[in-house]
């Protein structure tokens, strides 16, 4: 079955760095754009990152731009969100995405704290 899994979320301190992961399987990870996805208590699920299938095309908000990098390595079937400079407002859980023109699918999100 499908699944995407993602791991190193964590408490950091303002200013810190954590390293995101997504793993695939159970579907041609290769063919999928993927995207990341943050969701803090109270508000909507915001978009943070995208990354083309092939890897070649990122997009970011200007929340991020500059300090989140998403990358790939479709030989592992997994997705990196590299955070750094991280602020008390980037807390949230994070949650990555695959999708086609035709399928979603959904992770079950990793806590990421920022606090001292």
């Known amino acids: 079955q499908v699944q995407l899994v993602e791991s190193g979320g964590g408490l950091v301190q303002p200013g810190g760095s954590l390293r995101l992961s997504c793993a695939g399987s159970?579907?041609?990870?290769?063919?999928?754009?993927m995207q990341w996805y943050r969701q803090a208590p109270g508000q909507q699920r915001e978009l943070v990152a995208h990354i083309s299938s092939a890897g070649g095309s990122t997009n970011y908000p200007d929340s991020v731009k500059g300090r989140f990098t998403i990358s790939r390595d479709n030989a592992k079937n997994t997705m990196y969100l590299q955070m750094s400079s991280l602020k008390p407002e980037d807390t949230a859980v994070y949650y990555c995405?695959?999708?086609?023109?035709?399928?979603?699918?959904w992770g079950q999100g990793t806590q990421v704290t920022v606090s001292s």
């Open positions: 159970g579907f041609a990870f290769s063919s999928y754009a």
């Open positions: 995405s695959a999708i086609t023109a035709q399928t979603r699918f």
